[in-house]
């Protein structure tokens, strides 16, 4: 079956900008989850959804970081004012549930990059 | 002191060899322990998970825990040139996963 899909698969933005990113997960799973990936590091928590909920958001850097899943499926991550220091690879997961038994699948990250 | 700390390598192996990959933390509260893959441009693949102290077999990959010392490691062994990638290691404190710490990662090359 299809994976955890992020769209767009890179991002070019101005500094000051405004930008979303899209994930969809894999159908029927219940929790997802937002991470960020500067190079040369492991993938940093920002957020996670259980349904359409956001159940932490601690990782989330400061406010102009937000996102929503407002059906339990999809999930766009939005990030106003982009930075220089936001530039990353998004990464989006989704499991089905949230046991540390349940496997999380990752799409193949967008990247983005601010100028 | 990051919470857990991977050497990012890169490591570079002839085909055939065995490979060590480490790992050591600082939160002895973590108990769930996994390791992924991650190509380049993709996202990470979990590889294997253990809870306890001990070894666990999959294959040409095995994976070690010592809590007592804080330290978890992976062995691939004959290894090949797909194998090429970056691990990760990651951890979790209880029964959620949605809390998990990774490392850097370690960059593998395996040169036929």
């Known amino acids: 079956g299809a994976g955890v899909s992020q769209t767009p698969s890179n991002k070019v933005t101005e500094k000051g900008k405004y930008v979303e990113l899209r994930c969809d997960p894999i159908?029927?799973?219940?929790?997802l989850y937002w991470y960020r990936q500067s190079l040369g590091q492991g993938p940093e928590f920002l957020i996670y959804?259980?349904?359409?909920?956001?159940?932490?958001d601690s990782g989330l850097p400061n406010d102009r970081f937000f996102a929503v899943r407002p059906e339990g499926s999809v999930s766009t991550l939005k990030i106003q004012r982009t930075e220089r220091g936001d530039s990353a690879v998004y990464l989006c997961?989704?499991?089905?549930?949230?046991?540390?038994?349940?496997?999380?699948?990752f799409g193949p990250g967008t990247r983005l990059t601010v100028l | 002191q990051k919470e857990v700390e991977q050497d990012p390598g890169p490591l570079s192996v002839p085909e055939g060899a065995i490979v060590s990959l480490n790992c050591t933390y600082s939160?002895?509260?973590?108990?769930?322990f996994m390791w992924y893959r991650q190509y380049s441009r993709k996202g990470p693949e979990l590889l294997m998970y253990?809870?306890?102290?001990g070894n666990k077999e999959d294959g040409r990959f095995t994976a070690q825990v010592d809590k007592s010392s804080k330290y978890i490691s992976l062995f691939i062994r004959d290894s090949q040139p797909s194998d090429s990638a970056t691990y990760l290691c990651?951890?979790?404190?209880?029964?959620?996963?949605?809390?998990?710490?990774f490392g850097a990662g370690t960059r593998l090359t395996v040169k036929p």
């Open positions: 253990t809870y306890s102290s």
């Open positions: 959804f259980q349904g359409t909920g956001a159940a932490d």
């Open positions: 939160n002895s509260a973590f108990q769930y």
């Open positions: 159908s029927g799973h219940t929790a």
């Open positions: 990651a951890m979790v404190e209880g029964l959620s996963n949605n809390d998990m710490r």
């Open positions: 997961a989704s499991s089905l549930g949230v046991l540390n038994t349940d496997t999380q699948y």
